[in-house]
């Protein structure tokens, strides 16, 4: 039987994916700056502080996840599902968000968007006009 080292936070996105498929949920301050996870599916993951700056995230599934006080700073998150993600304190700065869903997903006021970014319009975009 492997014995997970606490102490060692998940550094590589193998290590993420066999862990995630054996069950394991808590990836808490995951060091994955610039790692490609495109296409990945780990919805209800812990990601909670994780460094995921300037990593590959397009059209992965994040659903549900935790990301709070995550770095996602440079990340990309085109086409990205976050609906329903816990956003507090995240880092999106100079993030690309374009087509990333965020309906239900929670943040409060020291998560940190893109300059031009309108988060109310991605939270609830059946209220957009035509």
């Not at 909670?48 to 990309?76: E, K, P």
């Not at 993600?85 to 999106?92: C, G, H, I, Y």
């Not at 087509?99 to 609830?124: N, Y």
């Amino acid at each position: 039987m492997v014995q997970n080292d606490f102490k060692h936070p998940i550094d590589n996105v193998t290590n993420l994916l066999a862990e995630y498929a054996a069950g394991k949920r808590n990836f808490a301050k995951a060091e994955l700056s610039g790692a490609n996870l495109q296409d990945v599916d780990v919805k209800g993951a812990d990601l909670s502080y994780a460094d995921l700056s300037g990593a590959n995230l397009s059209n992965a599934n994040f659903r549900g996840c935790d990301l709070s006080f995550a770095n996602l700073n440079q990340a990309n998150l085109e086409n990205t599902d976050l609906r329903g993600a816990m956003l507090f304190s995240a880092d999106f700065r100079q993030a690309n968000l374009q087509g990333t869903k965020f309906e239900k997903a929670d943040s409060d006021r020291t998560t940190q968007f893109p300059p031009d970014f309108d988060l109310e319009a991605r939270l609830f975009p059946q209220k957009q006009l035509p």
